[in-house]
């Protein structure tokens, strides 16, 4: 019982370097989200994608961007890091609008 | 522009002990979570509550809403060290798909 899979686990990134995170559930959920989270500030969203072919910003877009590749998998692409996107990334998925959120095991990227 | 408080944002606390975290929000919602995150590791959901009055219980917790005062707790009775996390509230907006989020409880329980 996989649920939500996030790769990769850690990441260390130079300043200007591109990367993708990627996403993936097995529940036939609808609605996918990504998150960072940063000591004492709680989680920031992202973007999220409320069903297949659609994607939103979140609270703090800039910096990325996203892909719903199909219903299973949605990644997140950083262009071009900077050191201000240190922080741990979470994946996220839920069946419906009001419905809770299962969550990935996380990523811990690092920008130097 | 919804906002979600939490408080206290740090406790510490001796086993055995009963206590209550508060979640606070700014404007309706149909729907309000509790998660539990252990250090380095990933959100568990804890409860969901549905409508005004909802109270559910697991174990030694005990979430309630009252959405007339935009409010909800998290009781802990009897702590014991296993409950040691940071716990976090969420409410759903009616009008989209996003969760607003609490900057989370970290708790801990000492022995």
């Known amino acids: 019982n996989a649920g939500v899979t996030q790769t990769p686990k850690f990441q260390v990134l130079k300043t200007g370097q591109s990367m993708t995170l990627q996403c993936a559930q097995d529940m036939n959920h609808n609605s996918m989200y990504w998150y960072r989270q940063d000591p004492g500030m709680g989680l920031r969203l992202i973007y999220y994608s409320a069903s297949e072919g659609t994607t939103d910003k979140g609270e703090v877009p800039n910096g990325y961007n996203v892909s719903r590749l199909n219903k299973r998998e949605f990644s997140l692409r950083l262009e071009s890091a900077a050191p201000s996107q240190t922080s741990v990334y979470f994946c996220?998925?839920?069946?419906?609008?009001?419905?809770?959120?299962?969550f990935g095991s996380g990523t811990q990227l690092s920008v130097l | 522009e919804l906002k979600v408080e939490q408080n206290p944002l740090f406790l510490s606390m001796q086993e055995g002990k009963n206590y209550t975290i508060y979640c606070n929000y700014s404007t309706t919602s149909d729907r309000l979570y509790w998660y539990r995150q252990d250090p380095g590791k990933s959100l568990e959901s804890l409860f969901v509550l549905l409508s005004n009055g909802a109270v559910k219980q697991e174990g030694r917790l005990m979430a309630s809403l009252d959405t007339k005062a935009r409010l909800s707790t998290l009781h802990i009775t009897a702590a014991v060290h296993d409950l040691s996390a940071t716990y976090f509230c969420?409410?759903?907006?009616?009008?989209?798909?996003?969760?607003?989020w609490g900057a989370g409880t970290k708790l801990i329980i000492k022995p």
């Open positions: 969420a409410v759903d907006m009616k009008s989209n798909y996003q969760l607003i």
């Open positions: 996220a998925s839920r069946q419906g609008q009001h419905e809770k959120l299962f």
